[in-house]
Nanobody, 122 residues
Framework: QVQLVESGGGLVQPGGSLRLSCAASGRIFSINAMGWYRQAPGKERELVATITGGESTKYADSVKGRFTISRNNTKNTVYLQMNSLKPEDTAVYYC????????????????WGQGTQVTVSS
């Protein structure tokens, strides 16, 4: 079994910062891509940022220049540093990982965290 657990969400004022963390645990050989999605009330889940094993990154246009994704492969952890937060960033943030569980199999599967609430409000 593989588990992803997010932390770091909360309430912050507009213009403030938060840092989300997501740690993967369980039977893991390697993790290829990791990333963050978010879902606001009444909206579809959307991509926020992704990072590959080689640390290539991709961001949604709405967060470019404000959010930074990074990872620690030793700890199987992905981070999302969020600066200059806006009310429209309010959402539940979900992390995911594309996990290869066994050295003898090239098969990979997506795993998701349970989500962490980020609320940007004065």
């Amino acid at each position: 079994q593989v588990q992803l657990v997010e932390s770091g969400g909360g309430l912050v004022q507009p213009g403030g910062s938060l840092r989300l963390s997501c740690a993967a645990s369980g039977r893991i050989f390697s993790i290829n891509a990791m990333g963050w999605y978010r879902q606001a009330p009444g909206k579809e889940r959307e991509l926020v940022a992704t990072i590959t094993g080689g640390e290539s990154t991709k961001y949604a246009d709405s967060v470019k220049g404000r959010f930074t994704i990074s990872r620690n492969n030793t700890k199987n952890t992905v981070y999302l540093q969020m600066n200059s937060l806006k009310p429209e960033d309010t959402a539940v943030y979900y992390c995911y990982g594309l996990v290869r569980r066994y050295s003898w199999s090239s098969s990979q599967s997506d795993y998701w965290g349970q989500g962490t609430q980020v609320t940007v409000s004065s």
